[in-house]
């Protein structure tokens, strides 16, 4: 952008704007294209060289990609998930608008291999409950967890789980009534066909994977990891916001 | 593992810390091939499915891989790295173990993009610093950095990184003695040809992406993105330590 831009009127600026605002009110829905700059450029009487200046800065933003051939079209914004102590999936997707849904594929109970008892702090052999669950934003899957919990020290918590379908309940139940996120391991991995499948993506996309341990008064009461679609979902840190008292 | 491992002598279990501590002291060094089956059936004086149960345990955990044919390889262990608001890279990798290295690839002074502006607090046309680097550990790329800097409310600020190469150094010279971390931005991604080139993996290897600003006294003076070597590091972030007084 030359440095003139700023001296003469930026019309292409305005251009955007009003795009901009018009995919945030939903005018333009997410997957939605956007008129052809010829279009464009006829509704607001300016040449398609400024269309195509405004629309650069969208497609910059992030808030719309060109395809070349069948025209400009809106994105679908990540999620901004923060990570926290507390696990709050269902209050974090209320906050950013968006209706959570949560699906348990499978509940297992068996025993624990070395590496599953090292993380709960059992002893290899004792019973562990492991729950494979899909999470959802608006009815589209941005999530697949494994979770491991504890059985043989909460006995009852499989069964607890299976009746409410929810950890949080079933945790009070065997009498787990806090817990908090000790550590969090973040990596990146590529979506196999399972995984892909229960998440709607192709094989080879990018997920954002997360590993942590939640306990409550020093005994961990979860481990677990969580894939998330990482086109769908950012995983937020502010940290001065939980640095303060 | 069958209950019934806990209550026989297990065998494996003592072969499996045996390995675990060879691998551990360096006797087996990343990327090297373990004794064959046979070879340490013959050294433990047990049957190859006692080791290959010992095996089982140690590919479990990471540590190890077996790739059909050709044996078993150590498996470089990621690096631990912490994310925290100040941004400790050196002292991270030393804290490892690891010996930090860090080349600027470039340092360009161009003006702002409107997005650029609008994550630097400037007004787009605004002169900015744009530095990329590529991190090292022991020698192996771990991570390729594209920074923004601005140039125009720090000036002399590029040229005081091209003479120290050092952002620390350079932001102190234009009087920027103390800046902190405010929120970071995590996503996953898959390397392009560029990306890959520079960090010695294949193209489509996943790579984990963070996007993070730092502040003085309230100002923007950083806003950047690093691409980590999925397979090298894995980010850490302990709630916990962090939000103790």
């Given at each position: 952008m030359p440095r003139s831009a700023n001296v003469l009127t930026p019309l292409w600026k305005s251009i955007a704007a009003t795009l901009r605002s018009a995919?945030?009110?939903?005018?333009?829905?997410?997957?939605?294209?956007?008129?052809?700059?010829?279009?464009?450029?006829?509704?607001?009487?300016?040449?398609?060289?400024?269309?195509?200046?405004?629309?650069?800065?969208?497609?910059?933003?992030?808030?719309?990609?060109?395809?070349?051939?069948?025209?400009?079209?809106?994105?679908?914004?990540?999620?901004?998930?923060?990570?926290?102590?507390?696990?709050?999936?269902?209050?974090?997707?209320?906050?950013?608008?968006?209706?959570?849904?949560?699906?348990?594929?499978?509940?297992?109970?068996?025993?624990?291999?070395?590496?599953?008892?090292?993380?709960?702090?059992?002893?290899?052999?004792d019973e562990i409950c492991v729950a494979h669950t899909l999470s959802f934003a608006d009815h589209t899957p941005i999530a697949l967890a494994e979770s491991h919990f504890p059985e043989a020290r909460h006995p009852g918590f499989a069964d607890a789980l299976r009746s409410s379908r929810s950890v949080t309940d079933a945790l009070a139940t065997v009498g787990v009534a806090d817990y908090l996120r000790t550590e969090t391991r973040l990596s990146a991995t590529i979506a196999n066909a399972t995984q892909a499948s229960h998440l709607r993506l192709p094989e080879g996309a990018p997920l954002l994977l997360t590993e942590s341990r939640s306990e409550s008064d020093g005994v961990p009461v979860e481990w677990g990891q969580t894939w998330f679609a990482s086109d769908r979902v950012t995983l937020t840190f502010d940290f001065q916001r939980d640095q303060l008292p």
């Open positions: 995919i945030a009110d939903g005018q333009y829905p997410e997957g939605s294209r956007l008129p052809t700059e010829a279009d464009l450029a006829a509704r607001f009487g300016v040449n398609r060289h400024t269309v195509r200046h405004a629309l650069a800065t969208l497609i910059e933003d992030g808030l719309v990609h060109s395809r070349r051939g069948s025209g400009t079209f809106v994105l679908s914004k990540p999620l901004d998930y923060p990570l926290s102590e507390r696990v709050r999936f269902h209050r974090n997707l209320r906050d950013a608008g968006r209706l959570p849904g949560r699906e348990i594929l499978a509940i297992e109970v068996r025993t624990a291999t070395e590496a599953e008892a090292r993380r709960l702090s059992m002893t290899p052999g």
